[in-house]
Each structure stands twice: as structure tokens, then as C-alpha cells.
């Protein structure tokens, strides 16, 4: 028997033990119909990922508001609410919340990873408002007024008669206060019924924010933010200047108007308190 007559013979058997499947069509295609047929999926898969972007991109630019006396109510609203909100001040963008709800003080603490041993300042309408939330009888007549409304932090006193809460900045027995030369937030201060706390809009130890786009990343923790346009200042923020003792003042932060704040505090015969060695 030649090795065809064998191999014949055999056949059937290998038939039998090896099922032959049906090889798939396409593996038959052209490479170019192959490609083409690639292409749409990826093209298909690219669409659907732009979409769901375009989607997430209208999300967040519906948290952006213009700040403008318009929208000045509906902050207010989500303030009482209880919520974040993302303000212009008159030196960099800010979060602000109602400073009397402990909840929505921690909640700005958990948004910019500070530590609660970090005070906040807070910030009010006018500068006839301090005293509801701080000693002030201490001060030459005249002087807040010619500081405020203005890129400056005084640190005053909080007094037993302050309707500030206990558990804002606990253990202390001091606040800063601003009054800032910026319309919008002092409309919602004043619509509020509180003060504000207020805060720099940025991750605790990163950069300070002077447009919207500087802390985009942190929108989604904000009921709104409201745009104020690029700001002018710069990133050094307000001056802080500590008024808590009679006649005197000490500069914790220079900021961006130290030598406006110091002129003016030696023109009320406010001496900077010097520290001893």
C-alpha cells in the first residue's frame, strides 16, 4: 500500500476526532476593509468619549455665574442654604459660606485640605458691622473707616458680646475681618443676616487664585462660582494687620497694601508694637 492509499485510509478517522469549525468570514476580508471596519469602532468610541466630555465641560460652566448684582439673590439663597460658594474679592477669589453653621465651615476645611488650627476670617457688609462681631471701642474714631472698605484683615478682638458661634476658630479669642472693596460680595454679605466666612479659593498650601480657571478643579464642591473677570491685584492678597491691643498694631502679612495700611495707621497714632528679645 503507497503512502496516498494510507494517508486515504486515515481521513476519516482524523475527521471524526478533530471537528473542523467554521472559520469566521472576516478573517477572509481584505486588510483594507479590516482597517476601514477598525477605523469606524475607534471613531464611534472617540464620539462617544467627546460627548460625554461636552457634557461633563456644560456641567460645570453651569455652576459659572457672572458676579453681578443680578445674580446677588441667588447667592444669597444658597448661602442661607447652608452651601460653598466661590467669590472675587477685591485681591483674589474666595470661598464663602455662612460663618454661623459649623457643618458648612468644616465642609470648606475638607474642600481645601486645611487644617482646623488654620483660622478663617470672616467678612461683612459694611464696616458698621464689625462691631456686631468684634470689639472695636478700642480704636481711634475714623480708623476703620480709613482702612476699610479696602484689601486689609484687621484682627480685633471677639469680645463676650460677638454672635459669632464658639466653634468657628475654637480656642481663640480673636477674628479677621474683612471689608472689601468689591460690590458683589458685600451685597451678599449684607443679604445674608451673618457674616461670611471667607477663605482663599485654592488647595491649602498651592497658589492663590485670581481668575475662575485657577481653581477649576475644585468647582464641583461650589453651589455656584461666580466670575469677576481676571483680577488685578496680584496673588499677594489682603494686608493683615492685628488691632487687638490699644494704640498699637502688628503687620502679620504684608500683603498687598502694607505701606497704604501703615501710613494710615500712623496718621490715628497707631505705633507698631515691637517685639522684645
Given amino acids: 500500500m503507497n503512502f496516498s492509499t494510507r494517508l486515504g485510509a486515515k481521513l476519516p478517522l482524523l ?6 469549525r467554521e472559520v469566521p468570514k472576516s478573517w477572509f476580508l481584505p486588510f483594507s476593509h479590516q482597517k476601514r471596519r477598525f477605523r469606524s469602532r475607534v471613531s464611534k468610541k472617540m464620539a462617544l468619549n467627546a460627548e460625554k466630555c461636552d457634557v461633563c465641560v ?5 455652576l459659572v455665574h457672572s458676579a453681578t448684582e443680578s445674580y446677588a439673590d441667588e447667592a ?3 448661602l442661607k442654604a447652608g452651601k460653598v460658594i466661590a467669590v472675587p474679592t477685591d485681591t483674589l477669589y474666595g470661598f464663602a459660606c455662612d460663618a454661623c453653621s459649623s457643618e458648612v465651615v468644616n465642609r470648606i476645611y475638607e474642600i481645601k485640605g486645611r487644617k482646623h488650627t ?7 457688609g459694611d464696616v458698621s458691622d464689625i462691631k456686631h462681631f468684634a470689639v472695636t471701642d478700642h480704636l481711634p474714631d475714623g480708623l476703620l473707616d480709613s482702612l476699610l472698605p479696602g484689601p486689609v484683615t484687621v484682627i480685633l478682638g471677639r469680645g463676650e458680646s460677638s454672635i459669632l458661634e464658639k466653634s468657628l476658630n475654637p480656642g481663640l479669642d480673636s477674628i479677621g475681618v474683612r471689608v472689601p472693596d468689591s460690590n458683589f460680595i ?3 454679605a449684607r443679604g ?3 457674616a461670611l466666612a471667607l477663605t482663599s479659593a485654592n488647595l491649602s498650601g498651592q497658589p492663590s487664585s485670581v481668575s475662575i ?20 491685584a496680584g ?7 492685628d488691632l487687638t491691643k490699644p494704640g498699637k498694631y502688628r503687620i502679620l502679612r504684608p500683603g498687598s497694601a502694607k505701606e497704604e495700611t501703615v501710613a494710615i495707621l500712623e496718621k490715628y497714632s497707631v505705633i507698631e508694637e515691637t517685639t522684645s528679645v
Fill in 15 to 20: 475527521s471524526t476526532l478533530v471537528p473542523i
Fill in 58 to 62: 456644560e456641567n460645570k460652566l453651569e
Fill in 76 to 78: 444669597i439663597e444658597v
Fill in 118 to 124: 488654620s483660622p478663617l476670617a470672616i467678612c461683612v
Fill in 186 to 188: 458685600r451685597i451678599i
Fill in 192 to 194: 445674608s443676616g451673618s
Fill in 213 to 232: 480657571k485657577d481653581f477649576e478643579n475644585l468647582w464641583e464642591h461650589c453651589a455656584y462660582v461666580y466670575d469677576g473677570g481676571v483680577l488685578p
Fill in 235 to 241: 496673588r499677594a492678597g489682603s494686608t493683615v494687620v
